[in-house]
Nanobody, 124 residues
Framework: QVHLVESGGGLVQAGGSLRLSCAAS????????MGWFRQVLGKEREVVAA????????AYVGSVGGRFTISRDNANNTVYLQMSSLKPEDTAVYYC?????????????????WGQGTQVTVSS
């Protein structure tokens, strides 16, 4: 199983940018499709973006399209989420997750390994 550690969260003003990183260790990173999810207290975890094993196929869900970019560096076992034009409603705990298949998926049920999460707070 792969082990995931997120970093890069913090407090930012509306309109600002943050880049989240997720470092993987353990199994071969390129064997996994990866995703970024977020969760607000009291609400279900939702997918934000996903990427296939090679990085050539990406998907974005909801209101983040055009503002967020997911990418990965298989040589360094890291997946990124570049977030721009942040809004207060983007405030959440952000998680990266690994899906044990190379194909991109936006279904939460397809992900079996999760990081500990990183808090992103966007002030108005």
């Amino acid at each position: 199983q792969v082990h995931l550690v997120e970093s890069g969260g913090g407090l930012v003003q509306a309109g600002g940018s943050l880049r989240l990183s997720c470092a993987a260790s353990g199994r071969t990173f390129s064997d996994y499709a990866m995703g970024w999810f977020r969760q607000v207290l009291g609400k279900e975890r939702e997918v934000v973006a996903a990427i296939n094993w090679g990085g050539g196929d990406t998907a974005y869900v909801g209101s983040v399209g055009g503002r967020f970019t997911i990418s990965r560096d298989n040589a360094n076992n890291t997946v990124y989420l570049q977030m721009s034009s942040l809004k207060p409603e983007d405030t959440a705990v952000y998680y990266c997750a690994a899906s044990p298949g190379r194909v991109l998926t936006t279904s939460t049920d397809d992900y079996d390994t999760w990081g500990q999460g990183t808090q992103v707070t966007v002030s108005s």
